[in-house]
C-alpha cells in the first residue's frame, strides 16, 4: 500500500468533512425538541377517559369527610375528592399523615367494610373506570390486592391514589354480615414531575 503524496513528497491532505448547514441543524434539534417533549407528555398521567356507562355495584360515598381531618388547609382538590369513593357502609378504622406536613400531601384512610374482599375488589375496579382513573398497576401481596392509579387534579397536579383491600385486621364491625369484613386503605399523594 502506497500513501498518495503531493509533488514534494508530503502526504496529501485529508478529504475536507462536509459540514451539516445551519438549516441542517436546526431541523436535526427541532425533531429531538419534538421527541423529547412527546415522550415527556405521554409520562403524564392525565387520567383515563371517565366512563359513567361503568355500573358502580354498590351505594358509595366520597372520602372527603373521612380525610377532613388529614386535609385541613383544602389541599386535596374537589375533583379528586368526587372520584374517590368507598362504598356507603365503610367506617373510619385508621387515620395516617404519611408525609407529616413535610413536603407534597400523602395521607392514607383506612375503613372497614361488611363485605368480601372479592366484593370490594369489584366495586374498586368499577370505581376506577367509573371516575376516569389511569390504573397503572394491580398487585397482590400476601392476601392484599392494591391499585394504584393517577388522575390530573384540578389544581394544576397530578394525584395518585393506591387502593389496598384484604381482609380486616381487627373485626369491630358487628353485623349479621361480620364474618365477611373486609379493609380498604385509601392513599392519596400529590405527585410532583418538577
Not at 66 to 85: C, K, Q, Y
Not at 104 to 119: E, H, I, W
Not at 154 to 169: F, H, K, R, T
Request: proline letters at 8%.
Amino acid at each position: 500500500m502506497t500513501l498518495e503524496t503531493d509533488t514534494h513528497g508530503a502526504p496529501a491532505p485529508a478529504p475536507k468533512r462536509r459540514r451539516l448547514s445551519r438549516r441542517q441543524r436546526n431541523w436535526i434539534l427541532g425533531a429531538a425538541l419534538v421527541v423529547f417533549i412527546a415522550g415527556t407528555l405521554a409520562g403524564i398521567p392525565i387520567g383515563a377517559t371517565p366512563r359513567p356507562g361503568v355500573r358502580i355495584p354498590l351505594p358509595y360515598v366520597t372520602v372527603a369527610t373521612a380525610f377532613a381531618p388529614l386535609d385541613r388547609s383544602g389541599v386535596v382538590p374537589s375533583n379528586i375528592f368526587a372520584a374517590t369513593v368507598v362504598p356507603r357502609s365503610a367506617v373510619v378504622t385508621a387515620r395516617e399523615n404519611l408525609d407529616n406536613d413535610n413536603g407534597p400531601f400523602d395521607r392514607s384512610v383506612t375503613f372497614q367494610v361488611p363485605l368480601s374482599a372479592p366484593s370490594l375488589i369489584a366495586f374498586e375496579k368499577a370505581v376506577l373506570a367509573h371516575f376516569g382513573w389511569r390504573v397503572s398497576q394491580q398487585t397482590l401481596s400476601k392476601g392484599v390486592t392494591t391499585f394504584y392509579a393517577a388522575k390530573a387534579g384540578n389544581d394544576g397536579s397530578y394525584w395518585e391514589v393506591a387502593a389496598s383491600i384484604g381482609p380486616a385486621a381487627v373485626r369491630s364491625l358487628s353485623s349479621a354480615g361480620a364474618r365477611n369484613v373486609s379493609q380498604i386503605s385509601v392513599r392519596l399523594l400529590r405527585q410532583s414531575f418538577s
